[in-house]
């Protein structure tokens, strides 16, 4: 079974910065793209970052490009998010998503996962 779970949320002042970290464990294969998701109350998931787990290529929201940086480490079978200049429509609740052991999977911010963390709230103050 597929596990993801997040750490590092919080509350920043704005301008601030957090690193977002997503544990993945029970995989057999390699997920050919992983990500980060946000939400707030009332409004559609919204994909924030993704990363091509095999080339490395990233990919972002124009709202967060510039200031979020995602990542991974693959020895420790963890995904980051580094978030700069924080602002106050960045307070969400943040998951980590994974998508299915398809080929040529189509990889980008909004790509369509399967498996999901349980999320990790940031909130950003004025």
């Known amino acids: 079974q597929v596990q993801l779970v997040e750490s590092g949320g919080g509350s920043v002042q704005a301008g601030g910065s957090l690193r977002l970290s997503c544990a993945a464990s029970g995989y057999t294969y390699s997920s050919p793209c992983m990500g980060w998701f946000r939400q707030i109350p009332g409004k559609e998931r919204e994909g924030v970052a993704a990363?091509?787990?095999?080339?490395?290529?990233?990919y972002y929201a124009d709202s967060v490009k510039g200031r979020f940086i995602i990542s991974q480490d693959n020895a420790k079978n963890t995904l980051y998010l580094q978030m700069h200049s924080l602002k106050p429509e960045d307070t969400a609740m943040y998951y980590c998503?994974?998508?299915?052991?398809?080929?040529?999977?189509?990889?980008?911010?909004?790509?369509?996962?399967?498996?999901w963390g349980q999320g990790t709230q940031v909130t950003v103050s004025s």
């Open positions: 998503a994974a998508a299915p052991p398809l080929r040529n999977f189509y990889c980008y911010a909004q790509f369509r996962a399967t498996y």
């Open positions: 990363i091509s787990t095999g080339g490395g290529s990233t």
